[in-house]
T-cell receptor
Framework: NAGVTQTPKFRVLKTGQSMTLLCAQD?????MYWYRQDPGMGLRLIHY???????AKGEVPDGYNVSRLKKQNFLLGLESAAPSQTSVYFC??????????????FGPGTRLTVL | AQSVTQLDSQVPVFEEAPVELRCNYS??????LFWYVQYPNQGLQLLLKYLSGSTLVESINGFEAEFNKSQTSFHLRKPSVHISDTAEYFC???????????FGTGTKLQVIP
């Protein structure tokens, strides 16, 4: 099992450019999440999905869009990148088994710089 | 709404000394509680979790945390730290039946040789 993978690992964009971050999981998890991590602010939820074809807004959704066309993939898009979106982005997934709690499995992260 | 507070942003401690990383949460319903660890340039890994039952939970590498409902706390402790414990530690809470997890701002543990 590869677990949760993210591509790319690093990316530098110019203001106004667009890009898509890909998250893939091979654990057949229903739920998937996108977070951003900034110094001193912990992890903040951008968007999440509770199943294929569904998405919902998190704490900081502005400037981002997501899609979950396949159960194993969760895409995060930036239509017009801004310097404020410079951050490290983490994807996570978890199963729906409530007996097991809400343990999330994280990807290695994507470091994005917007100039 | 659920929330998590980690008051200590950095905790320096000498090797082989004990350490406590503090976590307090706020919620009006029953919760699951987690500690995650993040080593430099890596993603988060689950360290331990409280779901129900015994209020004292342990990890495989010597950390433990105790769920204290009256004080709404879930402090992380280790009796003797090692250099390899240097990392950032995140406390997280999730209300039962809720799809989202709320993370604290993290505590950087720096173990000094």
């Amino acid at each position: 099992n590869a677990g949760v993978t993210q591509t790319p690992k690093f990316r530098v964009l110019k203001t106004g450019q667009s890009m898509t971050l890909l998250c893939a999981q091979d654990m057949n998890h229903e739920y998937m999440y996108w977070y951003r991590q900034d110094p001193g602010m912990g992890l903040r939820l951008i968007h999440y999905s509770v199943g294929e074809g569904t998405t919902a807004k998190g704490e900081v959704p502005d400037g981002y869009n997501v899609s979950r066309l396949k159960k194993q993939n969760f895409l995060l898009g930036l239509e017009s990148a801004a310097p404020s979106q410079t951050s490290v982005y983490f994807c996570a997934s978890r199963r729906t088994d409530r007996v097991g709690g809400n343990e999330q499995f994280f990807g290695p992260g994507t470091r994005l710089t917007v100039l | 709404a659920q929330s998590v507070t980690q008051l200590d942003s950095q905790v320096p401690v000498f090797e082989e000394a004990p350490v406590e990383l503090r976590c307090n949460y706020s919620s009006s319903v029953s919760v699951y509680l987690f500690w995650y660890v993040q080593y430099p340039n890596q993603g988060l890994q689950l360290l331990l979790k409280y779901l129900s039952g015994s209020t004292l939970v342990e990890s495989i590498n010597g950390f433990e945390a105790e769920f204290n409902k009256s004080q709404t706390s879930f402090h992380l402790r280790k009796p003797s730290v090692h250099i390899s414990d240097t990392a950032e530690y995140f406390c997280a809470v999730s209300e039962r039946g809720y799809q989202k997890v709320t993370f604290g701002t993290g505590t950087k543990l720096q173990v000094i040789p």
